[in-house]
């Protein structure tokens, strides 16, 4: 084995555990995870819904040209946000 090889292998061997180790970490605390997020279960369907209804909003929006309106509106309002991005 040549030395390009070894190292393509160890490279090759450092992407794979970086691709696995998060969804390895994700599976060992997915469990306590969950069970500090039970009692939020009541306010899933209402965000949902509050989610759904801002993606409509922002279609509709988009779709008659207002969007950009709005956009200057905020950035007249907050300028803050025109260091975002």
Do not use: C, N
């Not at 450092?14 to 696995?20: H, P, W």
């Not at 939020?40 to 989610?51: E, I, K, N, S």
């Amino acid at each position: 084995m040549s030395e390009t090889e070894g190292a393509g292998i160890a490279l090759l061997a450092i992407y794979s555990a970086g691709l696995g180790l998060p969804f390895l970490l994700s599976a060992i605390f997915t469990d306590g995870l969950v069970r500090h997020l039970r009692p939020m279960r009541r306010l899933g369907m209402a965000f949902r819904v509050l989610a759904g209804g801002v993606m409509m909003a922002m279609g509709a929006l988009m779709i008659t040209g207002y969007m950009s309106i709005l956009s200057f509106w905020l950035l007249d309002r907050f300028p803050i946000l025109a260091r975002i991005g």
